[in-house]
């Protein structure tokens, strides 16, 4: 199929105000969504749309964070609306969605790509009243989201860069947003060596102490999740 004839396939669809299919899936039935983790905490799904394709209309029932992998041009439709709206993401881009409804379609020529991190559940491996601890101080790390659920912070590592020891008082998520070879310090077990690939995670239940150092030749950057 053309660029051209998607996009008229659009411009109709738009002309008509096509009213959405009265069905709807949850999005683990979704077939653009893989679950590639799911407990208690976090339901992480890897979302692949090939370019011109559409997801149908799906449900997340809960709260989310996603992460692009790779840039993405999208058009996105809320269950009940006859709108289309444009969502442009850059690579490594991190956005918050409350529940909700929808479908996207990907209008690039490339594939479009990302992890999408949903909030199962508050953290409770903690007493309600501990305090809250102080916040991770890790090197090359920003802050990117702040909200009453989750912490994201992105994290870029140059070739021998380190965060340092920092600690999550709360679980936490690492995705790799850029491929990297990794040292990971996690007291008290002993240092592992990992290649983390685009879009490859790791969770961790409860608080962590931990290091990164990026021991590969190419500069590392990954986004941190961090339950509240
Ligand atoms: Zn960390």
């Known amino acids: 199929m053309t660029l051209w004839s998607v996009l008229l396939g659009a411009v109709i669809w738009l002309a008509q105000g096509a009213p959405p299919p009265a069905y709807s899936i949850p999005a683990?039935?979704?077939?653009?969504?893989?679950?590639?983790?799911?407990?208690?905490?976090?339901r992480v799904l890897d979302v692949t749309v090939p370019p011109y394709d559409s997801t149908l209309i799906h449900i997340h029932e809960n709260p989310y964070v996603y992460v692009s992998i790779g840039p993405a041009t999208l058009k996105a439709q809320v269950l009940g609306s006859s709108e289309f709206s444009d969502l442009i993401l850059k690579d490594?881009?991190?956005?918050?969605?409350?529940?909700?409804?929808?479908?996207?379609?990907?209008?690039?020529?490339?594939?479009?790509?990302?992890?999408?991190?949903?909030?199962?559940g508050r953290d409770d491996t903690q007493p309600a009243n501990a305090p809250a601890a102080a916040p991770a101080k890790a090197n090359g790390s920003s802050p990117v989201v702040d909200n009453d659920l989750i912490t994201v912070d992105r994290l870029v590592l140059d070739p021998g860069e380190s965060t340092g020891l920092h600690t999550h008082g709360r679980s936490s998520l690492l995705v790799a947003v850029h491929e990297g070879a990794i040292r990971l310090d996690r007291e008290p077990t002993p240092a592992i060596r990992l290649t983390m690939r685009p879009g490859e995670f790791e969770w961790h239940t409860g608080p962590v102490s931990h290091s990164l150092t990026n021991v590969g030749s190419t500069r590392f950057q990954a986004i941190e999740v961090v339950w509240k």
């Open 28 to 42: 683990i039935r979704e077939p653009h969504h893989d679950v590639k983790l799911e407990n208690r905490y976090v």
């Open 92 to 120: 490594g881009e991190v956005r918050f969605s409350p529940v909700v409804t929808h479908r996207v379609g990907n209008i690039a020529a490339t594939p479009f790509r990302n992890i999408t991190i949903q909030i199962q």
